[in-house]
């Protein structure tokens, strides 16, 4: 028979295993269970739906009298430290106020790890307010980041939406169709910015969403390890994505009655970027697809800086106020470029860490792009990659890292930004804008 004395003790060892079961449900609650968003469901019904500019895209207007700025910020990655967090902004702001931009894309990866939902309303907040502070309009992307934890992309979306200019914001974030995707799960992330001057659409700008990986099967892997000595799992751009961006460019080019420039802007290099820079590293011995280069030696086709990165001869990153990479230009060289698969590649600046984190496999999104007016493409994703170069009529290019993010997954040179200057006409000039070097942030 149980004692007073031990019934007490019964009582609250039971007490105790229930707060601790409650907290271990909550805990379950915080960190595992989806935040799901609003319904939302948007099917595209295929090539044959009818396109309405205003509906199926977003405008934005450009004055007639100056060129339209982009500024790409890539991969702030608020996480659990305030002060890389802060740094972050910082660098953000600064290299806004120097650009002075029309527009701002983030090209994903603006908050990772633990908290994300909340770091996610903490980065729209401070986006939105600097926004305000210095008028610009801005669109962010999805990363592979951006939708951890609880964090689902409809739910995410529906964040970006407080803030968009329908709710009286600056955000031209719009969800797109809901059945893009493929076998390894859809994409919601996907519109269209069309920048006008007057009646005549200048430029198009395409938002993808390439965010989420990929679980290849192992023939897949199995045959990129053979061929191309890598097991990434980027995801490629499924076939149906790739038909709804021609529906886009085909529907916005008849309107216009011309071919239209477009930029790409996408968290992760499509495979065509990612394929050239490593054909290009790994003819860094001098000979390029195994040929030996007839008009230079291996010194004008690339170099390579004590820190380990390669780059292309004929332009390097400008010191914009800070210290030059201890690599420079031979400007006294004539130099011949690379030629990649019969095509010449085109240096204009920047550094090569490692080959790029892109698809094992070619959808073809590039080919089927190009006939139709793909002038430029932009993304973020390798962080210690900021390579800008031309290859076959495309300008190719890496943000600077716009933040110090996890140290461990961060060996950037340099923390910026990176700008597009469009002309009437709808062509681009890109540049690195540097706003510090990152081992002067890590000393301190």
């Not at 990772?112 to 502070?133: D, M, R, Y």
């Not at 529906?247 to 495979?271: E, G, L």
């Not at 932009?378 to 140290?407: Q, R, T």
Request: a negative charge; aromatic letters at 12%.
């Amino acid at each position: 028979m149980l004692t007073e004395k031990n019934k007490k003790l019964i009582y609250i060892i039971s007490g105790i295993l229930s707060v601790l079961l409650l907290a271990i449900i909550v805990t379950a609650c915080v960190l595992f269970i989806p935040l799901k968003g609003k319904k939302y469901e948007d099917i595209w019904a295929g090539p044959q739906q009818e396109y309405v500019l205003a509906e199926d895209s977003v405008i934005v207007e450009k004055q007639a009298d100056k060129d339209f700025v982009i500024l790409q910020l890539t991969d702030m990655q608020l996480w659990t430290s305030s002060k890389d967090n802060n740094a972050a902004f910082e660098i953000a702001e600064q290299t806004i106020k120097k650009t002075n931009p029309d527009l701002v894309v983030f090209t994903g990866d603006n908050v990772s790890g633990v908290g994300v939902p909340e770091l996610l309303k903490v980065f729209i907040k401070q986006i939105e307010e600097l926004a305000q502070k210095y008028n610009f309009l801005w669109a962010p992307i999805f990363g592979n980041h951006d939708n951890e934890m609880r964090a689902t992309p409809n739910w995410s979306g529906d964040q970006y939406l407080k803030v968009s200019r329908e709710n009286g914001g600056h955000c031209l974030f719009r969800k797109g169709p809901t059945n893009l995707g493929d076998k390894y799960g859809n994409l919601l992330g996907n519109y269209v910015i069309n920048v006008k001057e007057g009646e005549q659409i200048v430029q198009s700008l395409y938002m993808l969403d390439n965010s989420a990986y990929a679980k290849y099967e192992k023939s897949v892997v199995d045959a990129a390890k053979e061929s191309e000595g890598r097991s990434n799992a980027e995801r490629p751009f499924p076939y149906a994505q790739i038909e709804w961006c021609k529906w886009q460019a085909n529907n916005i080019n008849a309107i216009a009655n011309k071919q239209v420039p477009s930029i790409f802007f996408t968290h992760c290099a499509p495979y065509e970027m990612g394929d050239v820079i490593r054909k290009y590293v790994a003819g860094a011995n001098g000979k390029v697809d195994g040929q030996p280069s007839e008009n230079a030696n291996s010194d004008d086709l690339v170099m390579q800086d004590p820190e380990g990165y390669w780059t292309l001869p004929g332009g390097y990153i400008s010191s914009e106020g800070n210290d030059q990479p201890s690599f420079k230009p031979a400007s006294d060289v004539q130099l011949d470029y690379p030629v990649i698969d019969g095509k010449q590649l085109k240096g204009i600046a920047g550094r090569i860490k490692y080959v790029p984190g892109h698809a094992l496999y070619n959808t073809g999104m590039v080919d089927a792009m190009k006939s139709l007016g793909l002038k430029g493409w932009f993304v973020g994703h390798d962080h210690e990659n900021d390579i800008i170069f031309e290859y076959d009529d495309v300008i190719y290019g890496y943000g600077l890292k716009a933040g110090p993010s996890p140290k461990p997954w961060n060996g950037s040179y340099f923390f910026g930004g990176t700008t597009i200057v469009m002309d009437s006409n709808g062509n681009i000039t890109p540049k690195h804008v540097q706003f510090i070097k990152a081992e002067d942030y890590w000393k301190k």
